[in-house]
């Protein structure tokens, strides 16, 4: 029979564990917080490209090389993009972006990479999708698939690759369905025991 000191320093290292994982989790919760802080999504959308092709009978414009849009102080860039656009009472209006070819997205010190990123204005949400990587710091975030809601300042990365809630967005991600990252945690003063 172990008495009830043993089984208190046997549950140590579960509750150290457990500890662990719910400081692990906080931190998940505060990146994925903190990855999509508040982003004026009323303010204008500027763009500059190597190349810009208007294609005003669909309401769209192509930019391609070194394509650099930036909303607020949120930052886009990518090899090419799409912007879909409407015309009302003489105002172009952006409805929706389809950026591809190594897009990274930066805003303050967050960045998020993916292949592929669909920004839809309306519902001020941004995809990103194939080989997704969120950087804070020196933490780290990789998955599938990133959404950002700009409204709310929260973001969730998952492993699917695919599936999107945004119509065409599809991309290929790293194909295991997992999550993967890396979190910096305090340094352990040996002195206290």
């Known amino acids: 029979m172990t008495s009830l000191r043993e089984t208190i320093r046997s549950a140590r290292p579960f509750r150290a564990f457990l500890l662990g994982f719910a400081g692990a989790g906080a931190v998940v919760a505060a990146l994925s917080a ?5 982003v004026n999504s009323d303010a204008p959308v500027n763009f500059a490209a ?7 009978k669909q309401n769209r414009v192509i930019l391609t090389g070194n394509v650099d849009i930036t909303q ?19 105002d172009t209006e952006i409805q929706r972006i389809d950026a591809t070819g ?3 997205v930066t805003q303050r010190d967050e960045t998020a990479r993916g292949d592929v990123a669909v920004y839809d204005v309306n519902r001020r949400l941004i995809t990103m999708v194939g080989n997704v990587a969120l950087r804070r ?17 929260l973001s969730s990365v998952d492993g699917r690759s695919g599936g999107s809630s945004v119509p065409g967005v599809n991309g290929s991600g790293n194909g295991g369905g997992r999550i993967s990252g890396t979190f910096k945690v305090p340094k352990r003063n040996d002195s206290k025991q």
């Open 34 to 38: 903190q990855a999509a802080s508040r």
């Open 137 to 153: 710091g020196t933490d780290t975030l990789n998955g599938g698939r990133l959404v950002i809601d700009l409204d709310s300042g």
């Open 72 to 90: 607020d102080d949120m930052r886009m860039r990518s090899a090419r993009t799409v912007m879909a656009y409407t015309n009302t009472g003489g």
């Open 50 to 56: 190597d190349r810009i092709e208007l294609q005003d």
């Open 102 to 104: 190594g897009v990274v």
